[in-house]
């Protein structure tokens, strides 16, 4: 995952998901890994993180 404001290690996310030549999709995951480094430093384009879950209740951003 790429670093966010309140994303910590083994949260709960739905991010959105695309395969060569298929459509979008949102999926849920699990954040292992948190990277700090500048969008750029990246081949491809970072996606945002549409929403955490927590124990109590889901947090759309």
């Known amino acids: 995952m790429y670093k966010g404001e309140d994303l910590k290690l083994g949260d ?4 959105p998901f695309q395969a ?3 459509t ?7 954040v292992i890994e948190i990277v700090d480094k500048p969008e750029a430093s990246f081949s491809f ?3 945002e993180v549409f929403a955490t879950f927590t124990p ?3 947090t759309y951003h």
């Open 24 to 30: 979008e999709k949102i999926l849920p995951a699990v």
């Open 45 to 47: 384009k970072i996606k």
């Open 12 to 15: 709960w996310v739905l991010v």
């Open 20 to 22: 060569h030549g298929e």
């Open 56 to 58: 109590s209740s889901a």
